[in-house]
Every structure is written in C-alpha cells, then in structure tokens.
C-alpha cells in the first residue's frame, strides 16, 4: 500500500535568469536583438520572417514540439545544477522529474509520440544512461556551473545575438557547449553530419568562446530520438575552424544588414527554393516542409484566411527570459 | 478481506494532478521508467536486433 505523505513542494535550482521585457525592434521598426531562431527565419526565406518574426504568427500545431524539447532540455540543465551544488544522482534525478511534472501540467496535445509521459521517460532514461559521464560542467569564474548561460554578442554597431546555451563541459581535456537534441528520426552519422552546415550550431561555437574567454572544440549534441515504445540517446560532434566561424559571422553580417533591408524594400519576397526543405516524399511523414506552405501557395488576396485559420499569433522575442 | 488501497498504474499517476503526487508516488515513476530501461536494455542484448521490448512492466513488478 503506498504511504500518503505530503505533497513535495516543486523545486528549483537558482539560475541566473535574463528576464528582459524589452522589444527586439528598434525605434525604427528595425529588429536589433537577434537569435538563432530569427535568423534562421530571415536565412532561409524573407517572406517566412516577415509572417513569423514581425508578424509574429507561429503554426498552432507546431507547439507540441516546443514544449516538450523545451521542458527536455530544462530538465537535464536543472540536474546538472543540482549536481554540482552537491546533490546525488538520485536526488538531483528526482527534483527535475517533480519540477517536469509540475511544469507539463495540463498537457494540452494529441501527439502520441511527444506525451507527457514520454518527456518523463526520455528524462529519466538520458539521466541513468549518462549518470556517470565522464563530461564535466565548466565552473565559470564567478562559482556558478555554466549551464543554461543567456548571453549576449556584439554583431555590429546595431545590431546584438542571443545565445542560450544548455550547458558548457570539459570532455577529455577540451571545452564543448553542450546542446541537447529531440527528434522523431533516427540518429545516425548522417543525422549528425547535418550539424556541420548549420546556423545555431556555428551561432553556439562563435560566442560559446566569448562567453568562456577561451576557444572551444566544438559542440557536444546529445540527440533523443523519441518514439513511441523508447528513447534512444546518442552523442555527436560537429566543429567549426576559427576561419570558418569569421566566413560565418561575415556572412550573418551580411543577412542582418543589407539582405534585409534589401528584402524589406523588395516587399519580403518569397524564396520558394526554402518551401520544400524537410519535405518527405512520404505525405503520412508529417515531414511537410516549411509550415508556411499553406499559406503562401494561396492566392495573395486569400492568404490572411489561411493565416488566421492555422496560425495564431505569438510573437518571438530573442530577449525574453525561457521558462 | 483485502482492504489495502489498490497498486495505481502509471496512468493513473499521470492523470493526477502534479500537485497531490507524494513523494512515493514521484518515486513510482522514476522507477517505473528506470525498470523499463532495464527491460529494454536486456531485450537488445537478448535479441540482437531487436529495438525495444513491450510494454510489459507494471507498478506491481517493481521491487520498491
């Protein structure tokens, strides 16, 4: 019979938090705080920033993924900071999956992949697979594990990028970020191997070093393939040369500065060479390709319908603090 | 007479409201999916190609 004892109180480990209300647009309407997120956005097609980034429409049923890698990633972040002020693997394990409890309640989706219980699941599985893994959290100088780290980089005169980093480790001698992965496919090499040209990731080796004041390797992906009967987790790598990370935050330069204000003047034209990416062949996949698809294959006059019909508005703020 | 509460399912204990989970119930779980591991683990060395095993184990299994 179990004992009714009372009910734990959630707990969670202070962070250093960058609660910070402020628009990312200038007095302009120009955008000056960037993120990986917004500048995919911009890179991969204007018209898709423009609907997503100052529209701030978002898919309705894209939100499922969002919050379950979202509270994933929390949660490992969160036991690696119980962790390091001294708490067990037991205890550190059980304090996260309380807070990931508390935090999924009411789990409003119909995704039978990506349900509460299979969050918990992939928690408790990645946690015991990597109890004792041989990966340390960096201390920063101040005293406080370098886990969920909101930092900010200087891109130009006007323009700054935000970073979230999950978490930065020494790993056989060497200094990673550490980024935690979610995905329905199977991780291969060639699921790493997609990592190697990719703006988050060049995004995260670019300032991870800023933010550290020394160079990293590379970054560390812990990847969770989520299916509906388990969780299977693997560790890969991608690295960037320090002339790879200038060609890249040239290019970004680039993107931020003249390709948008081009693209603004231009009237955010689509680029429909982008409307296909993560299309399967296979319509039963749910790989569909850009989100956006139902949209702008519409007649321009119909396209607010659609809009209203399949997206709501939640805008995106790189200077939001992520709960 | 058996009057002693019933074994909850792990549904049953994801049904609940977070907030009157008790510390044993929250244990459940942990162990619940730490079984699990256990049981797939030793199903892929067991059977070679196999992925995963079903979804065979209950509260009741565990040795708490």
Known sequence: MLEQSSTPKIQSPSLTSTSNPVSPFGDTGKQFAWDSVSLNWLKDCPRKYKYFMLDGWRPKADSVHIRFGLLYARALEHYHVWRSKGSSHRKAMYNVVLETLMKSWPWDFEDHVKSRENLIR?????????????????????????????????????????????????????????????????????????????????????????????????????????????????????????????????????????????????????????????????????????????????????????????????????????? | MDTATPQPTISDLFARDPLSLTKVDVDLIIDYYRAKRQQSIAGVKDAGAVKHTKNTITLADLDL
């Open chain 1, 122 to 323: 992939s928690i408790v599985w990645y946690l015991d697979k990597f109890e004792n893994d041989v990966c340390e959290t960096v201390i920063l100088s101040d005293g406080t594990p370098a886990v969920e780290i909101a930092t900010r980089y200087q891109l130009d005169n006007d323009n700054i990028v935000i970073v979230h980093l999950d978490r930065i480790v020494n790993f056989n001698g060497q200094t990673y970020i550490q980024d935690q992965k979610t995905t329905g496919h199977t991780i291969s090499g060639y699921y790493f191997d997609g990592f190697s040209m990719d703006n988050q990731m060049s995004l995260y080796s670019t300032v991870g070093a800023v933010v550290y004041h020394a160079p990293v390797a590379g970054v560390m992906i812990d990847a969770a393939q989520i299916a509906i009967g388990f969780t299977k987790h693997e560790r890969g790598f991608t690295y960037r040369t320090k002339e790879q990370l200038d060609e890249w935050l040239a290019d970004t330069r680039y993107y931020i500065g003249p390709y948008r204000d081009a693209a603004e003047a231009a009237g955010w034209p689509q680029n429909d060479t982008s409307c296909g990416k993560f299309r399967s062949d296979d319509p039963f996949r749910g790989s569909v390709g850009c989100p956006l698809r139902g949209v702008c294959s519409k007649d321009p006059r119909v396209r607010d319908k659609f809009l209203e019909s399949n997206f709501e508005r939640r805008p995106w703020n790189p200077l939001a603090e992520r709960t």
